[in-house]
C-alpha cells in the first residue's frame, strides 16, 4: 500500500469575504485580512520544526496568501494546484451565506452528492482530489507535506488522507489557519 507519511493539513487564513459571509467557492482573487495573514503567519512557526519537505496549495489567492509565509519559513518548494481548489459552488459564488442557506437549506449542503447550480458536489471534490493525492505522495520527495487548501476541500482531504469513504467526511470545517496533523497512508487506487 506504500509508506504512511505526516501531512499537515491546513485551511486558508481568514478572508474578506469569510468575514462578510459571503459564498466564495472558486472565487480566485478574495484576499486575505490582517487576521488572515497573522494566521498564515502564525501556522508557518508551527511548521517551523516539522521537517516539511514541500507544501502543497490551492492556486486560488487566499490560500497562496496563507501558503508563501509556511515555505518561506520552512525553506521548502510551493507547488499550486487546481486540484486543491474549494468545491466549486456555481450561482451561489458571491451571494450572502444566509441567503444561500435560506433558500437551499444547510442540511443539503452536507449531502455528498448535492450539487449547486453550476457548481461541483462533494462527491465531485473527492473524485478530484483522490488522484492528485495519489500522484503527490508518489511523487513528492520523502518527508512530511503541507497542503494548504479549503474547509470543505479540506472535509474530503481528512477523508482521502485517513482511507475513508467520502461519507465518513468530518462533518464540520477547521478553522481558518488551523492545522490538522494526520499521519497518512497514500491514497489507493480505487474509490473508498
Known amino acids: ?23 466564495q467557492g472558486q472565487t480566485a482573487y478574495v484576499p486575505l485580512t490582517r487576521l488572515g495573514h497573522q494566521q498564515a503567519l502564525a501556522a508557518a512557526d508551527r511548521l517551523a520544526d516539522s521537517g516539511a519537505v514541500l507544501v502543497l496549495s490551492s492556486d486560488l489567492r487566499r490560500a497562496l496568501d496563507t501558503a508563501r509565509p509556511i515555505a518561506d519559513r520552512l525553506g521548502v518548494p510551493l507547488q499550486s494546484h487546481g ?6 459552488l456555481g450561482d451561489f459564488e458571491g451571494l450572502p451565506s444566509d441567503v444561500v442557506f435560506a433558500a437551499v437549506g444547510a442540511e443539503v449542503t452536507l449531502d455528498p452528492t448535492w450539487r449547486p447550480p453550476g457548481g461541483e458536489s462533494l462527491a465531485d471534490v473527492h473524485d478530484r482530489v483522490r488522484p492528485f493525492l495519489r500522484q503527490a505522495f508518489q ?24 482511507g475513508l469513504a467520502l461519507a465518513a467526511a468530518p462533518v ?3 478553522a481558518n489557519g488551523e492545522v490538522l496533523t494526520l499521519l497518512a497512508q497514500p491514497p489507493c487506487s480505487h474509490a473508498a
Request: charged content about 20%; glycine content about 8%; cysteine-free.
Open 1 to 23: 500500500m506504500g509508506t504512511p507519511r505526516v501531512v499537515h493539513l491546513l485551511r486558508h487564513g481568514q478572508s474578506e469575504w469569510n468575514v462578510a459571509r459571503r459564498v
Open 83 to 88: 486540484a486543491l481548489r474549494e468545491q466549486s
Open 139 to 162: 511523487t513528492a520527495p520523502e518527508g512530511p507535506l503541507v497542503i494548504v487548501t479549503h474547509g470543505d476541500t479540506a472535509r474530503v482531504l481528512v477523508a482521502v488522507l485517513r
Open 172 to 174: 464540520s470545517v477547521p
